[in-house]
């Protein structure tokens, strides 16, 4: 069904080849139908006639960004997607899903650096490590007990609300549901014999994703660790409260990163996908013989 939904909207995103919009005031005419294409899809899942009422975006495509680390999530990533939100919490890991993709890419025919993958990272900056844990404790208080168990459930893909809170987190099975979640929040419980509170307190604080903290230097540090590492091609920074979290990320840590070559001093797009380096779509009725015979038989 997913690959269904992908193939329809973008079809509808190309309703009108670039260049269709004419916009000629002389004449009247503001639209070139020669340029217009009608999607008519019927598929298993999805009827759709088409065409969109506007012009191609800007992008070409808009940006496809995928969240899932399962096979099946991940097969479908190495397809369509050209951003993956990932949920690794330490770098081996995160390298062997990052190479795993690439491969995955490669085999399915395309360019596997059209694929980034993002690792979602939530940063506590302070002056020194014990101010950072201290909010980290700060931050967990805030945080409903309760609803923070229940979403640990849910990524965990068990009921933990009978299970002691001060005891080590148990094994269980593994989920058929948040599988990235499930098996990272896993491994790491196990790696730092965290106790079912701690682990708790740790997700609601990132969201699932890894915290990072500490002084600008040390946090700075560890994103480089990984870009370096090939663990991955950016992040997806998610501030654990706004707005000082986000502020202090953006005027603490972002100069370090730019002073060492690792983040840019001014954009050099215009678009979302040109920052990420993503070359823009080439419409289907301008691209290749050969990629719109592939295109036909996808």
Known sequence: ????????????????????????????????????????????????????????????????????????????????????????????????????????????????DSLKVLPGVSPIVADTEEEALAQIEKLSQFADPVTALRVLSERIGHDLSSYSLDEPVPSFPPSDKMQGHAVNLARMSKKHNLT????????????????????????ADQLQEWFDADAADGFVVMPAYFPGALDAFVDRVIPILQKRGLFRTEYESTTLRGHLGLSRPIHAAAAPFDARLETARG
């Open 196 to 219: 079912l509170r701690q682990l708790r307190d740790y997700a609601s604080a990132a969201q699932g994703h890894r915290l990072i903290w500490g002084t600008p230097e040390r946090i």
């Open 1 to 112: 069904m997913a690959d269904e939904f992908v193939k329809v909207v973008k079809g509808l995103w190309d309703s009108w080849e670039d260049g269709a919009v004419v916009a000629d005031k002389q004449t009247g005419r503001y639209l070139d139908t020669s340029k217009l294409h009608v999607l008519d899809h019927d598929g298993p899942h999805y009827r759709v006639k088409g065409p969109l009422n506007s012009a191609r975006p800007p992008q070409g495509h808009p940006v496809i960004i995928q969240a899932g680390a399962s096979d099946t999530g991940r097969d479908f990533a190495a397809r369509v997607a050209e951003v993956v939100f990932a949920v690794q919490q330490d770098l081996e890991t995160a390298k062997a899903f990052r190479e795993d993709l690439r491969a995955r890419a490669e085999s399915a025919g395309r360019d596997p």
